[in-house]
């Protein structure tokens, strides 16, 4: 797969760090920035990595910001895109799964480098069920998207 990342000052070195374990796994990485802890706004970065994922030219996401909050609804606000905030492994692959998710936001000031890179992994191996129930949710989720678009 190949994997859109990236992030503000505030997630710069968890950003870094994760294109490693990315590679590792036998994924690509698309780096979409931030390239230093300059102060920069996490929703550019949101936005570069939402429209890589809709635009075909990555599989999945990563957004890194400090508390993973803001790139989330940033993300979110993108057509198409499914972000979830994970700062544990069973939401990293429940969403997946369940909800199809195509993007993950995490948060360097709240989670150390272990387990970001437990959460990754686990977010990279993950495959969508793929269910009635799900499929059915996930329409719900489209329609909203739809009613509530310009």
């Known amino acids: 797969m190949i994997i859109a990342i990236g992030g503000d000052h505030a997630g ?23 390239c230093n802890t300059d102060a920069v706004d996490y929703p550019d970065f949101a936005a570069a990595v939402g429209h890589a994922v809709v635009e ?29 905030l994970a700062h544990e492994t069973y939401t990293a692959h429940q969403a997946v799964e369940h909800d199809n998710v195509n993007v993950i936001t995490l948060g360097e000031r ?19 069920t793929g269910e009635e129930r799900h499929l059915r949710r996930i329409g719900k989720i489209e329609k909203l998207e739809e009613e509530f678009s310009e």
């Open 56 to 84: 075909k030219r990555a599989d999945r996401g990563i957004v890194v910001c400090g508390s993973g909050a803001g790139a989330s609804i940033a993300a979110n606000k993108i057509r198409g895109i499914r972000a979830a």
């Open 110 to 128: 709240v989670i150390g480098p272990a387990l970001a890179q437990e959460i990754v992994e686990t977010f990279l191996k993950a495959k969508f």
């Open 12 to 34: 710069y070195i968890l950003k870094e760090a994760s294109k490693k374990w990315i590679t590792d796994a036998g994924h690509q990485v698309l780096d979409l920035g931030t």
